[in-house]
């Protein structure tokens, strides 16, 4: 099966840029997590979806990201204005429904925020 | 508020040496605990999942154990390679959430 797919890999813009990540999960997990990793710390979560309805935003930092879940499929995560704190690495991660299963999580975007 | 603690910080050993990570978290209202590893620039391979009824897991060399009361968990890696160099980062599932709280993990160096 595919795993979890993240683009851009790695992304460098401007302070107050606009910059978009996309997420594409495994096919029927319902759950979807965005996490982010900023330097020198552990990794946080964002929010979680379940298909397309935000079910827990309460990581989101700020009304600068905004997560959106198109028909419960791919996801985005729309960053703007960038600012330098914001950069880190940006992990996306699924689940099947349930909450046993364990995560699968995509190999990250790099964002880099000059 | 649930809080991940991993020791030690960093690991460097021989080839074939056994070793032991740990992991420790504040509330044992947990739904399940998960060891991953991350290599550089990658994203992370899920290693071990442990349900909060389970005692461990085993996957070839590794061997992960969970102790809920004292919110302790270990990662046991027998007869460590090269390859295993890494970061290992140890999750726990809240109990009632579906976020995961990770620890800061400990860097791996297996020298051969």
């Known amino acids: 099966e595919a795993g979890v797919t993240q683009f851009p890999s790695h992304s460098v813009i401007e302070k107050g840029q606009t910059v978009t990540l996309r997420c594409d999960p495994i096919s029927g997990h319902d759950n979807l997590y965005w996490y982010r990793r900023v330097m020198g710390k552990e990794i946080k979560f964002l929010l979680h979806?379940?298909?397309?309805?935000?079910?827990?935003e309460s990581g989101m930092p700020n009304n600068r990201f905004l997560a959106e879940r198109t028909g419960g499929t791919y996801s985005t995560l729309k960053v703007q204005p960038a600012e330098l704190e914001d950069s880190g690495v940006y992990f996306c991660?699924?689940?099947?429904?349930?909450?046993?299963?364990?995560?699968?999580f995509g190999s990250g975007t790099r964002l880099t925020v000059v | 508020k649930q809080e991940v603690t991993q020791i030690p910080a960093a690991l460097s050993v021989p080839e074939g040496e056994n070793l032991v990570l740990n992991c420790s978290f504040t509330?044992?209202?947990?739904?399940?605990l998960q060891w991953f590893r991350q290599d550089p620039g990658k994203g992370l391979t899920s290693l071990l999942l442990i349900q909060s009824s389970q005692r461990e897991q085993t996957s070839g060399r590794l061997n992960a154990s969970l102790d809920k009361s004292s919110g302790r968990s270990t990662l046991y890696i027998a007869a460590s390679q090269p390859g295993d160099s890494a970061t290992y980062l140890c999750a726990v599932k809240e109990g009632g959430s579906e976020k995961l709280v990770f620890g800061k993990g400990t860097k791996l160096t297996v020298n051969p």
């Open positions: 509330d044992s209202a947990i739904y399940n």
């Open positions: 979806f379940v298909k397309e309805s935000k079910q827990d």
């Open positions: 991660a699924s689940s099947p429904p349930g909450i046993n299963y364990g995560y699968t």
